[in-house]
């Protein structure tokens, strides 16, 4: 089932911080986010695993809530750059598949100088 | 090394045609993914091959759809007796071995257009 995607889109200053919310209601194993500029290819942020593993850039931050099926993506600081939307992608724990990700609907981010 | 590459770029075609969309995955990547991406909307998943496991074809939406991965490596997603609402930007993506702990690295798509 497709995760759920919060805020649909946020528009920023430079300098201005965000969140983004993926919130699932399946049990997951792992959450994964990411960003796609106009026209070009999904490229990875970061994993986040079922009992605190982490995997990502230094510059991104974000958290895995198991027990409310939750994650949330910290964008601080932005940059022009961190313009685009944003994917999360759910593991099911449990799921018929290991390693298939089921993706949200995205949030578009645009960060105005 | 190289990335995930796609072909063709884009594809017109017209109702009704059969068309082949082809991956080539990063070598050594044992998991493949083909998603779908309608206009301004989200990533759809269609099919998953990991290894030499019996790919998951839950995503397909309809039979007209199939795809293959000859030798672990080359996929091609074949749409037969395609419909205008077939038209969509077609992603690859490839990771070492199931996607869990691996980021997925995505192809620059296909685009399929159908008149």
């Known amino acids: 089932q497709q995760p759920v995607q919060s805020p649909q889109a946020v528009i920023l200053r430079e300098g201005e911080d965000a969140v983004i919310n993926c919130s699932s209601s399946?049990?997951?194993?792992?959450v994964h986010w990411y960003r796609q500029k106009h026209g070009e290819a999904p490229v990875f942020l970061m994993i986040l695993l079922k009992g605190g593993e982490q995997k990502g850039h230094e510059k991104i931050s974000a958290s895995f809530n198991e027990k409310k099926q939750q994650s949330s993506l910290y964008l601080t600081a932005s940059q022009l750059s961190y313009s685009g939307t944003y994917f999360c992608?759910?593991?099911?724990?449990?799921?018929?598949?290991?390693?298939?990700?089921?993706f949200g609907q995205g949030t578009i981010l645009t960060v105005h100088p | 090394g190289a990335g995930v590459s796609q072909s063709p770029s884009n594809k017109v075609t017209e109702k009704g045609k059969d068309v082949e969309l082809r991956c080539d995955p990063i070598s050594g990547h044992t998991a493949l993914y083909w998603y779908r991406q309608s206009l301004g909307q989200g990533l759809e998943f269609l099919i998953y091959?990991?290894?030499?496991?019996?790919?998951?074809k839950s995503g397909l939406p309809s039979d007209r759809f199939s795809a293959e991965r000859t030798g672990g490596s080359v996929s091609t997603l074949t749409i037969q007796r395609t419909q205008q609402e077939d038209s969509a930007v077609y992603l690859c993506?490839?990771?070492?071995?199931?996607?869990?702990?691996?980021?997925?690295?995505f192809g620059p798509g296909t685009r399929l257009t159908v008149l």
């Open positions: 993506a490839s990771s070492l071995r199931g996607a869990s702990y691996n980021e997925q690295f």
């Open positions: 399946k049990a997951l194993y792992s």
């Open positions: 091959f990991q290894g030499n496991s019996a790919p998951d």
């Open positions: 992608g759910t593991e099911e724990l449990g799921g018929t598949s290991y390693g298939k990700l089921t």
